[in-house]
């Protein structure tokens, strides 16, 4: 079982920027691919940004190509995300996960809590 704790969100203004760290619990971290997701109130999960376990490969949603970016330190068994040039529309909970690829929710398997981002206009 790999436990993700996230941190890092808070209240920011448009234009600011936040690194979301997650850290996980297993050993095998490296091993995992990663993503990032996120939800705002009323909407659905959706797909912000994945790297896989080598770094090779990353993926970027549309949305946030050009202003967020996914790494990862597998020494230090986390990733991050950082955003930069935030919109009031990234206002959401974010959600590390690991065990998969790709854009879907339901591609992976492990879940952190999330942290919020607000961003205030």
């Known amino acids: 079982q790999v436990q993700l704790v996230e941190s890092g969100g808070g209240l920011v203004q448009a234009g600011g920027s936040l690194r979301l760290s997650c850290a996980a619990s297993?050993?095998?971290?490296?091993?995992?691919?990663m993503g990032w997701f996120r939800q705002a109130p009323g909407k659905e999960r959706e797909f912000v940004a994945a790297?896989?376990?080598?770094?090779?490969?990353?993926l970027y949603a549309e949305s946030v190509k050009g202003r967020f970016t996914i790494s990862r330190e597998n020494a230090k068994n986390t990733v991050y995300l950082q955003t930069e040039s935030l919109k009031p529309e990234d206002t959401a909970v974010y959600y590390c996960?690991?065990?998969?690829?790709?854009?879907?929710?339901?591609?992976?398997?492990?879940w952190g809590q999330g942290c919020q981002i607000t961003v205030s206009s």
């Open positions: 996960a690991a065990g998969g690829w790709g854009t879907s929710p339901r591609a992976y398997r492990y």
């Open positions: 790297i896989t376990w080598t770094r090779s490969s990353t």
């Open positions: 297993e050993r095998t971290f490296g091993n995992y691919n």
